[in-house]
């Protein structure tokens, strides 16, 4: 299967050129990273380990909310990571980079968050995550999709609202890679950076 | 405790209810990620009852010192939510939340809550 994309954009995330992608937008030098790999899914412990070393590795690098946003992000993906990873390489990481062009370079005040996780899945997990970053994308305003999925989830198992809530509340841009029965999901937002650490 | 309700908690979260005639407060601390999600369920359903039962008018939470709470968390008070909603006037109750001006994401969290159920929550703080 030839590899596939869905994509949510929001204004303003990433001044690169217009056919840029998330996960090929330019940046400049790296600030901070995080990175790990499991050979079969990660406990349910972990999005819980992870949000607090990030809290802790990050908290002088960004601004508090912006600091919120990147954990919230990062636990989200934790726990699909957790709940759906089925055999394979199951890989997360985060990255800090000096954001570039206006606003950005070394003493700027913009950095760019980049969280990244990948994974193999069932193809009804696949195809639901496809479904779901295809609803955020065709809806007028995310929000707009996000609280229809809200509203939906009491009919279901489990709540289905990650990824929304990382395009919503997180802010982000993010985009689906589906490769096979492997999913990569890559979300990023222009940040501040901290001014008084 | 208060009634059929209890505190309950499990390590880095707590959820502690108190009755006063018509009226029930709720107070949540900590973290509700994965971990503590099936309690908030749980304890969402006993609250429901004994709120019916003691024909209370107001539920209120108080969030100030939650500091995070996965999307799970936010299907379950959307789901509380919901039975509300669908009650029969005389029975409604309302329902509020205290939130902390400095967690930034409670705003944005319960702010999508709120859009789900307006006519019976309320955002305070």
């Known amino acids: 299967m030839g590899e596939q994309r869905g994509r949510t954009d929001l204004d303003g995330v990433g001044r690169g050129p217009p056919e840029a992608t998330a996960r090929h937008r330019p940046v400049d030098r790296l600030v901070a990273s995080m990175a790990m790999v499991w050979r079969e899914p990660p406990s349910k412990r972990v999005p819980s380990m992870v949000r607090e070393l990030l809290s802790a590795s990050y908290e002088g690098f960004v601004e508090p909310d912006e600091l919120q946003r990147i954990v919230m992000v990062a636990h989200e993906m934790l726990e699909n990571l957790a709940k759906y990873a089925s055999d394979g390489q199951v890989t997360f990481g985060v990255e800090l980079h000096e954001a570039h062009g206006e606003g950005g370079g070394e003493g700027g005040g913009e950095l760019v968050a ?46 289905r609202l990650g990824l929304a809530r990382i395009r919503v509340e997180g802010e982000m841009a993010l985009e689906g890679i589906v490769e096979g029965a492997r999913i990569t999901l890559v979300a990023e937002r222009r940040i501040a950076r901290r001014r008084h650490p | 405790m208060s009634g059929g309700l209890t505190a309950v ?32 369920d749980v304890f969402l359903v006993t609250l429901h009852e004994q709120a019916l039962g003691a024909r209370a008018k107001t539920v209120a939470l108080d969030c100030e010192e939650l500091y995070f709470m996965n999307s799970a968390s936010l299907k379950s008070f959307v789901t509380w939510l919901t039975k509300i909603k669908v009650l029969p006037a005389p029975q409604r109750y309302q329902v509020s939340i205290r939130t902390n001006r400095f967690l930034a994401w409670q705003s944005r969290s319960f702010g999508a809550i709120q859009r789900s159920a307006p006519e019976v929550l309320a955002l305070v703080g």
């Open chain 1, 114 to 159: 980049r969280l990244r996780s990948s994974n193999v899945a069932t193809a009804e997990h696949v195809r639901e995550a496809e479904g779901i970053l295809a609803r955020l994308g065709s809806a007028a305003h995310p929000v707009t999709a996000y609280d229809e999925l809200i509203a939906e989830s009491t009919q279901r198992t489990g709540s």
């Open chain 2, 9 to 40: 908690g499990i390590e880095g979260f707590r959820i502690e209810p108190e009755l006063d005639g018509t009226a029930i407060a709720v107070k949540l601390s900590g973290n509700c990620d994965s971990q503590a999600t099936s309690l908030l």
